[in-house]
């Protein structure tokens, strides 16, 4: 029995299985292990940390200066496309202006080619009796054929303003109105002005002339004192005072003033004011038509001798459609109809 407990003891302790203080220092020891292990994650991690951060950081760093780059390339593309734009826009800016230059300058081309056909009344033709001295008289005299008189502006539609009869430089007609007709040129100017009751028979000429077939353009209707004054005087500044007055009305003598005429052409003639229009269809037609709407061609071929104005096909005045037929079928001036001169 002694011999079984030793064997027993023996085994137990060959088997090392001590369930007292060798089971108690195992547990220790694997806490430890445990502990050291968890020490050597957190040491781990530790490291891990920062190598993360570092990493991190140069990522972070990089990101920093891809996104810095972004930055800068989306700016320079941003600052292209602004430039891109302003140089579009400058670009539209400039091909804007000289449209608009040429446009100015076409219109001062047709103001200038306006003045020079229309109002080339200072012209003295052969056939002119009156010879003109450069100097006309400013004042008025009685006496002297050519002298400034003023326009009986109480004649109404029949007023005559030519080179004896003048209109007052501030003259303006209160009823002027833009006509619904085609112009040789876009927007509105003072030249597209006409009084009422000739805007009105413009209209229906207009129309007129469009159900035969002919093609009409507006040119120059009213005239302010004002304007002509800067114009004559332009001339006068770039070609004295003689040569202006051979192609230019002097303030307050152009009957455009007096919102009863327009200057009207075709574009068979490049809506031209020139002779050549009485050759044309339109022309034509104008001569033939214009007095069932109330204007007479009021610088008819031949006419020179009696108007002082070379032939002007283009420059028709309005006086009603009765005075007009009366006129035409006559083949009388307006002058001779309202016993006036010229
Ligand atoms: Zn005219």
Redesign the pocket.
């Known amino acids: 029995m002694k011999k079984l407990v030793a064997v027993s003891t023996l085994a137990l302790l060959l088997a090392g299985c001590n369930p007292g203080d060798q089971g108690a220092e195992d547990a220790t020891k694997t806490e430890d292990t445990t502990k050291e292990k968890t020490d050597d994650t957190v040491a781990k991690e530790d490291k891990k940390t920062d190598a993360e951060v570092a990493k991190e950081k140069e990522a972070a760093e990089a990101k920093k200066e891809a996104d810095a780059k972004a930055a800068a390339d989306k700016k320079a593309a941003e600052d292209k496309a602004a430039a891109d734009k302003k140089a579009a826009d400058d670009k539209a800016a400039a091909d804007k202006k000289a449209a608009d230059d040429k446009a100015a300058e076409d219109k001062t081309t047709e103001d200038k080619t ?1 003045d020079d ?3 080339d009344g200072k012209t003295t033709s052969s056939q002119d009796p009156e010879p003109k001295t450069p100097s006309e008289p400013e004042s008025e005299t009685p006496d002297v054929d050519k002298s400034d008189t003023k326009a009986d502006l109480g004649l109404g539609l029949l007023v005559v303003v030519n080179k004896k009869y003048s209109l007052p430089i501030d003259y303006k007609p209160s009823d002027l109105v833009v006509p619904d007709i085609s112009f040789s040129y876009s927007g509105v100017l003072e030249q597209s002005y006409m009084r009422a009751p000739a805007a009105k028979q413009m209209e229906k000429m207009f129309a007129a002339a469009k159900a035969d077939g002919v093609t009409l353009n507006a040119v ?1 209707g009213f005239r302010s004192g004002q304007r002509q004054t800067v114009l004559y005087n332009n001339y006068v500044a770039r070609d004295g005072k003689a040569a202006a007055d051979q192609y230019s009305a002097r303030p307050g003598h152009s ?2 003033q007096t919102g009863l ?3 009207i052409s075709a574009p068979s003639v490049g809506n031209g ?1 020139t002779a050549e229009l009485g050759n044309t269809k339109e022309g034509k037609w104008i001569a033939n038509n214009a007095a069932k709407y109330g204007f007479i061609v ?1 610088y008819d071929k031949g006419f020179q001798a009696r108007t002082g104005y070379t032939y ?1 096909p ?2 028709i005045r309005y006086v009603g459609v009765g005075p007009a037929t009366q006129i035409k079928n006559n083949g009388q001036t307006l002058e001779e109809y309202m016993k006036v001169g010229h």
């Open positions: 306006t056909k229309k109002d120059s009957e455009h005429v327009f200057d004011l009021r002007e283009w420059h």
